[in-house]
């Protein structure tokens, strides 16, 4: 089924581009709203689309993105510093600036369209994960698998006098070995691996994915090649049961209980049955809450995180800038901002192509990220510009840090480019404490106003405000 993309753009140019992109992209099924907002409102009031694309900030001005239950992506063509503060203000998580390229825009789709999808999986396909939590069944108490495993082994022990329960994991390209995860004797047994030729039940259960009840091993034929091992331990009795859920092993666990001195009745084997199965419920929710929450730490990840570069998104930048900035005021500490820009990266693109220059705004990106402080925040704020935050640093340590930066890139031989091409960068700076800074836009403006000024004098150089330094 066709994922339906609503698209709010006025731009000529822009429109161009989404049209030659969704005709290529068989997908998505696109809708396009012309200059009305008031018909906008109303398509959105009467459905959800998979995602919506809008102009920022003529179109974001004219929404209150959190009334709206799809994902948004913004697209920022004119102004940059009005647009990326519509982003911010809106709350909008998903963004691209001009100028915008197939490859870009196919990500941020499939990313919003996946965890749409993710999340709405989530509660269509597990309506009873919190049904679950408030059922008072074996393992309800914890989402941990480790400790549901052990709660079910330990519960089972308590219910039917066993000498062993365990759970015993299977992988899945070998065969000839197993794990025990997790053991009624010990909650500590984790990860014991066992050599599955000793022990031919779980062998044949693993083969059938079904039970396998040995009611007395001495004489059952299926034990006859490890009799000699077993008969010193004085097993007498073994049940092997798959732990199921929805027709599916999971992650091939197999409950495997035995006895000594008499079989497992069928009132017992029946019991076990139940307690598998019911173990399977919150085995299975266990293991998707940790699923989710390895999800989610990923997601969260690339929502603060540039596409292209690898490094903080600008989104995330003007959060924290804005924690630090009140930080600065209130403890009176400094606070510096360096803003940096590859010089002529035009000609780069023009001479190896834009998949190129891609790779270079890349490595130069890492390469900054690898020599800055950890408490320095790096992020990419438009096209082969960057800006650099440096947290209770003045101006003159600040200085220094983009005289050591501007070395290291000078040094740098990029991979993708000719060995005799090398990078330069221009470089802008502004600080704390400053009677013109009266907030963190301030702090930004200045940075940009030397940055501007260091490319109008040549580029290759560093300004701190009105004073140069090359």
Request: one cysteine or more; charged letters at 30%; proline letters at 3%.
């Amino acid at each position: 089924m066709k994922k339906e993309i609503l698209v709010y753009e006025t731009d000529k140019d822009v429109l161009k581009f989404l049209r030659a992109f969704f005709k290529e992209k068989k997908d998505y099924s696109p809708q396009f709203i012309r200059k009305d907002h008031g018909a906008l409102k109303k398509i959105l009031a009467q459905k959800t689309p998979d995602a919506l694309i809008i102009s920022s900030p003529d179109g974001l001005r004219h929404l209150n993105p959190s009334d709206i239950q799809c994902p948004i992506i913004a697209l920022i063509s004119t102004s940059l510093t009005k647009g990326i503060r519509s982003v911010v203000q809106s709350d909008v998580e998903c963004y691209m600036l001009s100028p915008f390229f197939k490859e870009e825009l196919d990500h941020k789709l499939k990313l919003v369209v996946d965890r749409k999808s993710w999340i709405e999986g989530l509660y269509d396909e597990n309506e009873d994960l919190y049904a679950l939590m408030e059922l008072a069944t074996l393992a309800s108490s914890t989402l941990n698998p480790k400790e549901v495993l052990y709660l079910v082994v330990k519960k089972i022990s308590d219910i039917i006098k066993v000498s062993r329960c365990s759970m015993i994991s299977i992988n899945a390209e070998n065969h000839r070995y197993a794990d025990i995860v997790s053991s009624f004797e010990d909650p500590k047994i984790t990860n014991l691996r066992i050599d599955l030729n000793k022990y031919p039940e779980i062998r044949r259960a693993l083969s059938l994915k079904k039970m396998v009840v040995v009611k007395d091993a001495r004489r059952d034929p299926l034990m006859k090649e490890v009799k000699d091992i077993i008969a010193p331990l004085g097993i007498r009795s073994i049940v092997v049961i798959p732990v199921i859920f929805r027709d599916e092993v999971i992650g091939s666990l197999l409950l495997r209980t035995s006895r000594r001195k008499h079989t497992f009745s069928k009132k017992e084997i029946k019991l076990l049955i139940a307690l598998a199965n019911a173990s399977a419920n919150a085995l299975y929710n266990a293991f998707l809450y940790e699923r989710l929450d390895k999800e989610k730490t990923r997601l969260e990840k690339l929502a603060i995180t540039d596409y292209l570069t690898g490094i903080y998104n600008i989104r995330y930048f003007y959060n924290r800038l804005e924690e630090e900035f009140s930080r600065s005021g209130r403890y009176l500490i400094p606070l510096s901002c360096i803003m940096l820009d590859i010089d002529h990266f035009k000609k780069i693109n023009d001479t190896y192509g834009h998949r190129i220059g891609d790779l270079v705004l890349r490595e130069f990106a890492q390469l900054v990220k690898r020599h800055t402080r950890k408490s320095d925040l790096f992020a990419r704020y438009g096209g082969e510009e960057f800006i650099l935050l440096l947290p209770q640093t003045p101006i003159k340590g600040a200085l220094i840090e983009a005289g050591r930066l501007m070395k290291v890139i000078k040094k740098h031989q990029f991979r993708s480019i000719k060995e005799d091409h090398r990078i330069t960068v221009s470089f802008g700076i502004s600080g704390t404490p400053n009677n013109k800074i009266k907030n963190y836009d301030d702090l930004i403006q200045l940075a940009d106003n030397a940055l501007f000024r260091a490319k109008e004098k040549g580029r290759d150089r560093i300004i701190v405000h009105h004073h140069s330094h090359s």
